[in-house]
């Protein structure tokens, strides 16, 4: 019998995790807890007992006097019902009383199933094909062709011409290649597939017919958005398909329309020129000057922030190309203009690493001292963690007015500020020697500070798929809530992931679904964590084989944990664009290496057991191969061994200096940015794993793997 939810999802929590808990069991007498939204869930589980009647019941029932969400879902269901005239019907009255597009796509689909193309039509006429879903401007149209619609080729070219290419596009256009008569409209169609599908040669050779049609169309003062649309198209095809030695007259091609679109002021079409002549001209190489006059040129004409972020971005790209003195100058000026931090942290990640492989290390703390009051709470962390550690190892010398040990000091504290639990902040607080409630306080401190209202109604359809026994629904019906920026509290996302974790042996991934809910959870959380809070996120699953695996290896149980944690979410069935395959994601080549060493004839990387112990022994034997380093060998299993041993040895030509660089720093060096990131998870997470399961605190995981 599944356990009883409780009205608050506090208790929920607890109830979740009795042995009770049975993800196939009956869901017993819940209608209390969840009121009339339990007549949702009570028609799921007559649909289970193929008690149709029953079911069909229940969602009229909950279609009336459920909550938001599963009166919707109960008559999303009833149009699964009954043959086509019946689900149409069903169809109809869902468009009815919940008119949006989800519902109109349901509608037209049972339409178009049912061949009643003219009332597939007569639905949509108020559809303005510019903007709406593009999967029902596709349905639209599909049933204009049946019909012979007279405004079908016009709608076409509007649909194509007017929008971002998406999907449905290139759908249609396969079905329909000759679907507008018109020769440019034809031109057009053919131009923008060849461009959406990467075959940008074939689309550069039609450039100076494109640039002819759009010239008219500003000439005519036509839709803008078409315009847009096809500078844009343009742009890549001139980037990725012209010839070396065409950019820069392509570039003046592009600085010719944006003069003519910023002549009538149509601002937001002059940005798109700008940016791709400033793309142009970068790419042609010796234009520095002229590339960021268009940028610049692109920031003033935006009429979006993201569009002012996207220019600029680029052009602080560009400067790093040059010099990181130049960006840095760039810097100063733009820091405070820019819209959304977050957008531009790619780009301080990839000047950390050229200011210290390139030693410009006072610049490295320069660059924090500029951005710490404008760029994300990630972002600024690192930058305050090095600079620290770089003043502490006497790399560079310390504020002019500050004194080394409390200027270190204060930048370890700046550190540790911010909400989520971050590699940097975690390194800050074993330099700062932290423990007890006061590492508890800095590590498990809130992320969002700004008031967070949960949606209740959201959470009680989670809540139910796990009190009812649907674990299969809950991760879907999560995804949408979570894209949608739905507000869901922790207490919530923690609940179902646990419950996930334990119906992990029913449906294949439920490990991978757990972990994700459970991290986003913790990273975004609407109050301040526990240790039994960060377990969700760090669970210990395959606890026997771990336990197995590092006694006959000799390895660190948390490292191990960490390992199979950052390579495949604890997920055996994953698979990776290489080929890595299993929990530990060994190559077939590795897998059969280390089979002949361990001397096993047959194999199966896909087994949990056989990978945990072929990982645990490809671990040990990197450790023992790199002076005992995990760190280093944590490197050598992402990337190999000989690339780690070239960069130890090249980090000290590099730096300039004689001693070995410090751990910390030396990641930090690394080229390759998937190591970098590698490196940071294991120590990370290996950090964690000790904290909550061994009595280890951070500091001594962390001064372990790093020694």
Wanted: neutral net charge; hydrophobic residues 40%.
């Amino acid at each position: 019998m599944a356990c009883l939810i409780s009205k608050t999802v506090g208790f929920f929590v607890f109830s979740l995790i009795f042995s009770t808990l049975s993800c196939s069991s009956e869901s017993g007498k819940l209608q209390k807890q969840y009121g009339k939204d339990s007549y949702y869930f009570q028609g799921l589980k007559s649909i289970e007992k193929n008690d149709v009647k029953n079911a069909e019941r229940f969602f009229r029932k909950g279609i009336k006097e459920g909550s938001k969400y599963t009166a919707r879902l109960c008559a999303e269901e009833l149009t699964r019902f009954g043959n086509i005239q019946e689900r149409i019907a069903s169809c109809e009255y869902l468009a009815k009383k919940f008119p949006d597009d989800r519902s109109l796509i349901l509608l037209a689909s049972s339409l178009n199933e049912g061949k009643e193309f003219s009332k597939l039509i007569a639905v949509t006429d108020d559809l303005d094909i510019r903007t709406c879903s593009n999967v029902l401007a596709f349905q639209r149209l599909s049933a204009m062709r049946e019909k012979q619609d007279l405004r079908y080729e016009d709608t076409v070219y509007k649909w194509f011409a007017l929008r971002q290419y998406t999907q449905e596009h290139f759908r249609f256009f396969k079905e329909n290649p000759l679907a507008v008569s018109d020769e440019n409209k034809k031109n057009i169609l053919i131009f923008r597939a060849a461009v959406f599908t990467q075959n940008y040669q074939f689309a550069y050779n039609q450039i100076n017919e494109i640039s002819s049609l759009i010239k008219d169309t500003i000439a005519n003062a036509e839709d803008p958005r078409f315009t847009r649309q096809l500078i844009s198209d343009m742009g890549k095809a001139c980037l990725f398909g012209s010839e070396i030695g065409s950019f820069t007259a392509q570039a003046s091609l592009f600085d010719g329309i944006a003069a003519q679109t910023a002549s009538k002021g149509d601002s937001e079409t002059a940005f798109y020129a700008w940016f791709y002549a400033a793309r142009l001209y970068e790419k042609a190489g010796g234009h520095h000057t002229l590339a960021s006059d268009r940028y610049l040129k692109a920031m003033e004409a935006s009429v979006t922030g993201e569009q002012y972020d996207n220019a600029l971005w680029y052009l602080l790209n560009l400067d790093l190309g040059i010099s990181t003195d130049k960006a840095i100058q760039r810097l100063e000026t733009y820091c405070t203009k820019w819209n959304d931090p977050e957008y531009f942290s790619d780009l301080f990640y990839t000047m950390s690493v050229l200011l210290l492989s390139g030693h410009k290390l006072s610049d490295f703390y320069k660059v924090y001292t500029i951005i710490k009051d404008v760029a994300d709470e990630d972002v600024c962390a690192k930058y305050a963690y090095l600079s620290a550690r770089l003043i502490e190892t006497k790399l560079i010398e310390s504020a002019a007015d500050q004194k080394t040990e409390e200027d270190v000091q204060k930048l370890f504290r700046a550190a540790l500020k911010g909400g989520s639990i971050s590699y940097y902040k975690l390194l800050a607080a074993e330099r700062l020697n932290l423990s007890g409630q006061e590492l508890e306080n800095a590590l498990l401190s809130s992320k969002r500070k700004d008031s967070f209202d949960a949606d209740k109604d959201a959470e009680n359809l989670l809540l139910g798929y796990a009190s009812y026994g649907f674990p299969q629904k809950i991760y879907s019906a999560w995804e949408q809530f979570y894209l949608q920026r739905i507000p869901l509290g922790t207490d919530c996302l923690l609940s179902v992931s646990s419950f996930i974790n334990k119906c992990s042996g029913q449906i294949p991934g439920n490990l991978y679904k757990s972990l994700r809910i459970a991290s986003i959870a913790v990273n975004e959380s609407d109050r301040i964590l526990s240790k039994k809070d960060l377990k969700e996120a760090y669970p210990q699953n395959y606890s026997d084989l771990v336990f197995d695996a590092c006694k006959e290896f000799s390895l660190d149980e948390e490292v191990l944990y960490a390992l199979i944690r950052s390579e495949s979410f604890f997920d055996p069935d994953i698979r990776s664009s290489a080929g890595a395959v299993g929990l530990t994601q060994l190559m077939q080549s590795t897998g059969q290496d280390i089979a002949n060493h361990l001397k096993v004839k047959e194999y199966d990387l896909t087994d949990p057991q056989t990978s945990v112990r072929f990982g645990a022994y490809y671990l040990s034997n990197l450790i023992g191969r790199l002076d005992s380093s995990i760190l280093l060998a944590a490197f050598a299993y992402n990337s190999g061994i000989s690339r780690v041993r070239r960069w130890v040895s090249n980090s000290k030509k590099e730096l300039e200096i004689s001693k070995t660089l410090p751990m910390d720093l030396f990641l930090e060096t690394i080229p390759f940015s998937e190591t970098r990131e590698y490196g940071r998870k294991i120590v990370f997470a290996a950090a964690i794993y000790g904290w909550l399961y061994y009595d280890i605190t951070p500091g001594e995981t962390i001064r372990k793997i790093m020694k």
